[in-house]
């Protein structure tokens, strides 16, 4: 019988710029060596119809991805397919675990997997030079793994408030590879599309990344500013073309609607990698955004036009109090804060691209990615070597510190489900839960309170009761059960609750806060009945 292959589940959470991070490595891992098998879970269909719309990266996605699944799927997946062994490393984006609690939930059907926090997109989040580094207290409430990938040393102090800095690698950037960005230039997507035929037709080729209004950084106001300056600013030269990528959470009906006043035959809103637009252009002008750097690898001027609200945190100030940006501040674009400034720029692009504005530019890329052109192979050697270690160690997810901490997120999250009111997926993560830890207390009492307020109230007093012959000691579950039993007018069974319980805990301090937990919940009337019956067992013993 052939051995069954070993399986990395790659969980793709916000936007297919995981992808675009992560798929470089996996593709080098692949090559290498091809028994191994991606399954990856998008969190919805949605995302991966995204996906399919960037022609080159699904491309790329389609020779390294067996299977993609959406979390309803999880339970065909583990049931039909792929046995929890056989995962051997869980790749997920660096946000907050509570924010796709499908991450816990494939965390805790494959406990021995390696668990790899990675970036979603290129982004620069602080200045290494300028920036303390923090200690965080607490790392695994934000998020559960045991390596968390970086671009490189200047994001450290940013995420070591949430994360555990002993867990952080920084192994470069591994999209900047240049056989991964040669795959992109010779495309079909890029030799057969219509912006290369565009582009073929125009005398000035100009590249717009473009960023949609937002509460935080960008007022609709300062947004029109950018688009109409950027766009009147191109105009000025003749047989100009603009090239414009949007943000993928961008209006691009509000961005059309400001661009349909101007020639149609001078702008082209594209769908295609941003590699591969930069590459079509005489100079790039952007927003705040890491495209920055997608333009410099393809050894482009770059020229960020941008105006900050100054209320995101992470706007930067200079020492002269200007809000500015970690692009401007590492020298990695030439700043616009004004058209007239933008277009006193864009003449120097076109007129010397050789300026030293611009070679300094390529100094400062070069300086902050430290490109070995060898990121993706050293991440994949990076997950490779710590699977083996990882099952040599015998260390799992599944320890008692981690499985606690674990479990208590998932419990919290099925809490949260029966306040958005969605009881039956509720009941399925308890299910899941009991199944997978059959011996946690706690999962029986959440699962017992949820029962009676649902009205079934045997099922209540079943798991209550299956939460105290777990854990004797529980007050919680003991008094949950008291209240319940005492509800359904099954009082005898309520008082010989609390006797098992008090007859459990000798400790003396932590039989009176039970008694006042349990004063306080069931009322004077109640309490006072127990409070007698517990007198008279004292009397006997």
Known sequence: MPKAPPVIILIVSTSFGEIDWILPALTNLKERFPEW?????????????????????YTEFCKVSSLYIVPQELDALFSQQVKPDQVKIILKDYNQDQYAPYKLEVMARCPKALVVSYPHS????????????QHCSDPDTYSRHDIFLLNSDNDIPFWSKDVDINK??????????????????????????????????ADHVFFFISRGPHSHYLSQQDYEYLVKSTMESVLQYDNSLL????????????????????????????????????????VVISGWSSGILDALAVKKPVIEF?????QDPLCRKTADGHFTTIYEELGLAAPA?????????????????????????????????????????????CLLQNVETKEASGVSTDNPQQQQELIETLIEYVVTMVEENTPDRARQWLDFLAAQFPKDARIFNTTGVFLFHQGDFTGAVDNLVQSLNLDPTSHEAAINLTQILLAIDREDDAINIVLGFYRQVHDEQTRNEFLHTLHR?????SFTLIRTRLAALRDHT
């Open 168 to 201: 952080i690698k920084t192994l470069g950037y591994p999209r900047y590879d240049s056989w991964w960005i040669d795959r992109f230039l010779a495309s079909p997507s890029l030799s057969e599309s219509m912006e290369l035929k565009a582009t073929k037709q």
């Open 306 to 310: 941008w105006r900050f609200g100054g």
């Open 37 to 57: 098998e991606v399954i990856t879970l998008f969190s919805h269909k949605l995302l991966y119809q995204y996906l399919t719309e960037n022609r080159a990266l």
């Open 337 to 381: 804060k004004t058209k007239a400034e933008l277009k006193t720029l864009l003449s120097k692009a076109i007129s010397d691209p050789q300026e030293n504005i611009w070679q300094q530019q390529l100094k400062a890329f070069h300086s902050h990615c430290k490109l070995t052109d060898q990121a993706s192979q050293a991440i994949a050697d």
């Open 243 to 282: 090239l414009i990528k949007p943000h993928p959470r961008q209006d691009i009906s509000d961005l059309r609607s400001l661009l349909n006043p101007y020639e149609d035959n001078r702008w082209l809103i594209s769908g295609l990698h941003l590699f591969q637009l930069a590459s079509l252009a005489d």
């Open 122 to 133: 290129n982004h620069i989040y602080s200045n290494q030079t300028t920036d303390p580094i």
């Open 521 to 525: 919940d069931l009322g004077d009337e």
